[in-house]
Nanobody
Framework: VQLQASGGGLVQAGGSLRLSCAVS????????MGWFRQAPGKEREFVAAINWSGSTTNYADSVKGRFTISRDNAKNTVYLQMNNLKPEDTAVYYC???????????????????WGQGTLVTVSS
């Protein structure tokens, strides 16, 4: 299973970015997906997760109301729409996939079996 994240870049505070994560595996629709981030000098942290159907989502308190996770199972892709970005959102963002058949969301990184390479988001003040 390969995950390819894209969409990162440099944006001013208050701006928006949309991250995408394409998954090269036909059982994408059976897996919960998540986004995590790691800022320089900090540990990786949970950002958002979505269940297999898209009916359930979870967010870190720090991004609630600003970020939206969604998925298109026909395109094997999960998205993270990020609005009202803040300098503290600067980080490398990673998408992650649970194992086949693990369709429930979780905030625990250790329960995700596959990880993308990361995409850098830089928010300037």
């Amino acid at each position: 299973v390969q995950l390819q994240a894209s969409g990162g870049g440099l944006v001013q505070a208050g701006g928006s970015l949309r991250l995408s994560c394409a998954v090269s595996e036909r059982t994408f629709g059976s897996r919960a997906m998540g986004w995590f981030r790691q800022a320089p000098g900090k540990e990786r942290e949970f950002v958002a997760a979505i269940n297999w159907s898209g009916s359930t989502t979870n967010y870190a308190d720090s991004v609630k109301g600003r970020f939206t996770i969604s998925r298109d199972n026909a395109k094997n892709t999960v998205y993270l729409q990020m609005n009202n970005l803040k300098p503290e959102d600067t980080a490398v963002y990673y998408c992650a996939a649970r194992s086949r058949g693990e369709g429930a969301t979780t905030t625990m990184g250790s329960l995700y079996a596959y990880w993308g390479q990361g995409t850098l988001v830089t928010v300037s003040s």
